[in-house]
């Protein structure tokens, strides 16, 4: 704040016109009069045309000799009503230091100072303040409106400890209050919303019109969003209560933005339309709310239909807000083409630059549909960024799948001056995470800690960077015992995600039943991250269904990827007919979902319901990816489908997937199994240099070598060692090998042998035996000894 201007710097009158100063004395010299005190006319007739700055430097020309109390108050006053609490408090520190001796402060002046305090965000100089007025205590009278400004700057200032540890002072000088009147409630709602005590906010206002205190607008204004965090009857309790109070309570707008908003946070979009609708007069922060209601309950067409009414019809001004929520509904629905005519209109329609919180919203846009360069590009051209707009792009870009271009925006991030925050880490973490990067992993954890970096979440995002580049150990550690970890839901879930993905599903159940024992209730992203833990091989079957009817009880089943992971599981233990059933009876199934399903029909030879659940997946308009068209081209294979699998493959291109080098093999295979091993050869040559990968050639080749068409497999052969040689890859060597062998070509065969030098890892198998089932067994001993007597060495294979 800049230093109030030299007296002299503006001329002002320093009195009334007949109270100019006369010269006495001999000799021209003389001593001047005693100048007035500004009048309070003059003072507030400045302070009424906004001249606020003009009436400080009236009301200043007094000192040394301290101004009237009056004139001080009606200052301060003003620039309190005008949201300058600086100025206010740099007047008030001004006077109380400057002037001698100091004006004297009455309970009107204590009161502005407080509540400038409070809306400075200045509880230490609210505090000195305070600490002034207690030594005054017995020169002012005890008004309410000074006890109420002193609540005020607690209630607005201070923080409640986690935990609800220590004393909660707002409470305890509400209760000091020897009278309160809907002010103070008003205040003591609004501190138990703040600090996260809705049921007691609500039992507080209850109490209020038991004591028989009229609740006032503000009243109604700050116990709403306590509805919204409780149970839902309140809301309409509160609203009914509204209604009674008459017209003026129901048509105050920020009454009517209260409701809406707390209707929308409750899901109850209808209910917020209604008083929507009902509401007398809005303005543009209640249609903000509306729009803003309908885009976070996802009922984005009817934002977007709400917006383009609105900017049709002119009755009320677009602000930034309005278009952030238009923005965030074209992003959230992925509506490309939407977006691009937002922005379109905001370039023609806003004069000058876009603000920056405009186009930070701009880059979320097109990086959520998935055009990442158009994004950056943008990022490229904003005149102004702040460290949100670093962290959007950085985001942006990991989000999808460009690890290496987040990790080095980082760089240049730090290069153009903004420190990396909690949401970058997040974003390095996770790039990390992705590519594997142990080393990058360790320096962002490294500058978390030099920079005491500290932010919910932060510790799942550690244990699933460590977990995802081997090192389960280290997240072990992580989880045990980072700094003041709270093993809440988020970290143990990361945990149990760490364990499965590290291939130790016994560990992610032990992690699970520990997330139970600690009285934390599981998710559905618990359920989704510790079900593919119940395959074959980790907690089994049933494990499996133990967690599927934890889901039934706790009535997360019907979650998309709860079911989705149930599925999955059934599939891989060989039940297909449970997994079936969890399949129909899935409310809301994504593409995901169905990929799962026909992967699992056809891995259990149910080839042809597999094209039909993929043709019906398309008829209720769900698009299939890459990974579907593998797995059902594969489920026609598994089952002999040759035709229909060519077909599926054909029809790729009309539905905008790409073929792979997998899916390619997959075709190669399909023939080949079908003993179309020279329309496979045909196939693969048709792809000219997209055939170019030893996967397919090697796919042909054991087809060959299974049909025993030697011939071609010796065309293969050729083909196939060009393009090892092109690429680097030895992968078939050892079958190539084999094939020259079965033609007793034995110095080939040696030559191939001898290059690669391979070094094999023994095998290992896995047998769960039930122990009552053993015990039983006439020959148990016998079994226990041979398997004791097993040797485990490595088997070397040049």
């Known amino acids: 704040m800049s230093p109030p201007p030299p007296r002299c710097a503006v001329s002002l009158p320093l009195a009334p016109a007949n109270a100019s100063a006369t010269s006495t004395g001999s000799g021209g010299g003389g001593v001047k009069k005693a100048q007035p005190h500004p009048t309070a006319a003059q003072v507030r007739r400045l302070c009424k045309q906004g001249q606020l700055d003009r009436a400080r430097l009236l009301l200043l020309d007094a000192l040394p000799r301290p101004p009237p109390t009056l004139l001080y108050n009606v200052v301060l006053i003003a620039y309190v009503a005008r949201a300058l609490p600086d100025q206010a408090l740099r007047l008030y520190a001004l006077l109380n230091h400057a002037a001698r001796p100091a004006p004297r402060s009455d309970h009107y002046t204590y009161s502005c100072a407080l509540t400038a305090c409070a809306r400075a965000r200045r509880l230490r100089l609210g505090k000195s303040v305070h600490a002034h007025l207690l030594r005054r205590a017995r020169a002012l009278p005890d008004t309410a409106v000074l006890r109420n400004s002193l609540l005020n700057l607690y209630a607005s200032c201070a923080r409640r400890r986690g935990g609800g540890g220590g004393v909660d002072v707002v409470r305890k000088l509400f209760d000091a209050m020897p009278k309160r009147n809907a002010v103070s409630w008003n205040t003591l709602f609004g501190w138990y919303v703040k600090t996260g005590r809705p049921q007691e906010a609500l039992e507080l206002f209850a109490r209020m019109m038991e004591d028989g205190v009229r609740p006032t607008p503000v009243s109604f204004v700050n116990v709403f969003p306590a509805a919204a965090s409780d149970d839902p009857s309140w809301s309409f309790a509160l609203y009914g209560l509204l209604l009674k109070h008459g017209v003026e309570y129901v048509n105050d707008l920020f009454v009517v933005s209260s409701a809406i908003a707390t209707f929308s946070e409750l899901g109850d979009v209808q209910s917020a339309w209604r008083v929507f609708e009902h509401a007398a007069k809005k303005n543009t922060e209640v249609w903000n709310t509306m729009i803003t209601g309908y885009v976070q309950n996802g009922k984005f067409s009817e934002a977007m239909d709400l917006f383009i009414w609105l900017l049709g019809s002119k009755e009320v001004p677009l602000d930034v807000v309005t278009f952030l929520s238009a923005l965030t509904a074209a992003s959230q629905s992925q509506d490309g083409r939407l977006g691009q005519q937002l922005h379109g209109y905001l370039i023609k329609g806003m004069q000058g630059t876009l603000p920056v919180i405009l186009g930070n919203a701009l880059v979320v846009m097109y990086s959520r549909c998935g055009n990442v360069q158009t994004a950056f590009e943008l990022f490229d051209r904003l005149p102004e960024k702040d460290v949100v707009s670093w962290n959007t792009m950085v985001t942006a870009f990991v989000q999808n799948d460009f690890d290496l271009e987040g990790l080095l925006l980082v760089y240049q991030m730090q290069k153009s001056g903004f420190a990396a925050d909690s949401v970058t880490l997040t974003a390095v973490l996770s790039a990390a995470s992705n590519t594997g990067d142990l080393q990058i992993g360790k320096q962002a954890h490294g500058y978390l800690i030099r920079h005491g970096i500290e932010d919910e979440g932060l510790e799942s995002y550690l244990i699933d960077m460590y977990a995802k580049s081997g090192r389960i150990e280290i997240a072990q550690r992580v989880f045990d015992g980072y700094g003041n970890v709270i093993r809440d839901e988020v970290t143990r879930n990361a945990m149990i995600a760490g364990y499965t993905q590290s291939g130790q599903p016994e560990q992610a159940i032990l992690a699970f039943r ?285």
């Open 514 to 798: 520990a997330m139970l024992e600690a009285g934390l209730q599981p998710t559905s992203v618990t359920l989704a991250s510790v079900l593919p833990a119940c395959d074959p091989l980790g907690g089994g079957i049933c494990a499996g269904k133990q967690i599927h009817c934890f889901a039934v009880r706790r009535c997360l089943d019907s979650n998309v990827f709860v079911g989705t992971a149930l599925v999955d599981m059934y599939s891989k233990c060989g039940e297909i007919s449970p997994a079936e059933h969890v399949f129909a009876s899935m409310t809301e199934k994504s593409t995901v979902t169905y990929t799962i399903m026909i992967s699992g029909l056809g891995q259990h030879g149910f080839g042809e319901r597999a094209v039909s659940l993929f043709y019906s997946m398309r008829e209720k308009g769900l698009k299939p990816d890459a990974v579907t068209f593998l797995a059902v081209i594969s489920a026609c294979n598994y089952s002999g489908l040759v035709d229909e699998g060519l077909a599926l493959y054909r029809s790729m291109e009309a539905c905008g997937v790409a073929p792979t080098p997998q899916h390619h093999c997959a075709v190669v295979d399909l023939l080949a199994k079908a003993g179309r091993v020279d329309e496979a050869y045909e196939f693969v040559e048709g792809l000219g240099e997209d055939g170019n990968f030893v996967s397919i050639w090697g796919s042909l080749l054991a087809s060959c070598k299974a049909q025993s068409k030697q011939e071609l497999a010796n065309l293969v052969t050729e083909r196939l060692l060009r393009v090892e040689k092109k690429y680097g890859h030895a992968g078939y060597r050892v079958l190539l090998s084999h094939i020259f062998a079965a033609e007793s070509n034995w110095s080939s065969a040696d030559s191939l042998r001898k290059e690669m030098r391979l070094r094999k890892v023994a095998g290992s198998s896995w047998i769960k035996v039930q122990d009552a089932a053993l015990q039983n067994y006439p020959k148990n001993d016998h079994v226990y000894s041979m398997l004791h007597g097993v040797d485990y060495r490595r088997d070397e294979i040049i």
